[in-house]
């Protein structure tokens, strides 16, 4: 088990390998489909983001409220996947680490490897144990996208396995190969 | 005959507490079936996945919260007994008043846009998908069932050709779920519908998801089909989370309905490991 903490240097990225566990503690951001569009429109237009994202870790999430007393709801990942059509410019920007669950396309791997950034897997389902590991949460951008807005998180030894790592290592498809059974 | 009346406020209590009970307790035979896959895994990684599924189902029970962050669209099964009278106001409004507070009171997520392609949040999670049916009796069976958006996206529907029989419908079921690797936050429940119209695959697609899990087919063919769909899905590799594993599917579950000459349709509706449902009868 590894522990890291944020934001991440582009060597710190690099050092990181498929399949290992890590728990990371500090800051990391929220940002979601409707998030992700606008971070992704501002970037064409040239515009600088709200929120400063170099050397950050995005986690694709939309957590369900705060109960009162409470820090947030339930908060697991959902499916990068959607994410991926704005992937690259956010990587090419600066983002150095996404947290989320399933699969991601040719273009994302390219640019992980390209800019050295390391793509984290949470467990999917498993939102009531993750917000455990969430001591803060601070709503700092797109404040109108309710669950979509992007949070600002304090986290602590907030578990993540690295599913790809900045050399395009995949342990979706090397996982898969070690258990597939053919007949 | 008399005819039993029944309030739309008993409705929309019903509705409010069944969303927050389907949303914080995982149903006993979803947590068994997950139980006894975990002792099934080969891989390490994909038993200590099963693990945290496990505590992660029992702290939401506990601690009252939601089980994930995806509290999904309600979806809503009605089965209006013929003898039932519904008095006071609109069953559906009833349906959606049930969701608006059952959402809000049990801090769930609102997930839904009101238009697919304007996209703007509603801000209370209505209005429900519902399902309604006459039946006989004097009973109104409420169902319902939340479904998260990561399992539902990698659901598909085809239109088979007969030629390839009941061969051809595992192949479309496999690919199905090969397709859907990690995404759908295997292990899965795989519901089917073969046969009917293209809609009533869909409809009894998602109502195989409702039945207890890895209860087989009365259907002797049925069920070979499922037992044999399930073995195929399990070989192939995709595992816990889709890290990799030889348990990728807790069940399938398939209905069966008969259907045109010259059709065989086919649909397969994913569920996630938060397979959430609740009933209850008024
Ligand atoms: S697929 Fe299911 S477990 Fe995964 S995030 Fe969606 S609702 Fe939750």
Redo the contacts with the bound molecule.
Sequence with gaps: MLRINTPLREEDARKLKMGDKVLITGTIFTGRDAAHKRIFEALQRGEELPVNLRGEIIYYVGPCPAKPGEVIGSA????SGRMDPYTPATLKYGLKGMIG?GLRDQGVVEAMKKYGAVYFVAV??A?ALLAERIKKAEVVAYPDLGTEAIHRLEVEDFPVIVAIDAEGNDLYAEGRKKYQKVG | MILKEIHVSQISQAIEELSIRSNYDLPEDVVASIAEAARKEESDLGREIFQLLQENASLARTKRTAI???T?VAVVFLEVGQEVRIVGGSLTEAVNEGIRRGYAHGYLRKSVVGDPLLRKNTGDNTPAVLHTEIVPGDDLRIILAPK????ENMSALKMLTPAVGAEGVKKFIIDTVDKAGGN??PPIIVGVGIGGTMEQAALIAKKALLRPVGQRSPLEHVARLEEETLEAINKLGIGPQGLGGSVTALAVHIETYTTHIACLPVAVNIQ???ARHAEKRL
């Excluded at chain 2, 998260?148 to 399992?151: L, N, P, R, V």
Aim: net charge neutral; aromatic share 0%; with cysteine.
């Design positions: 697991g990942p959902t499916t669950k999917g389902g939102g | 994930c962050q995806d999904g998260g958006a990561g399992s759908p936050c996630c490991h938060v």
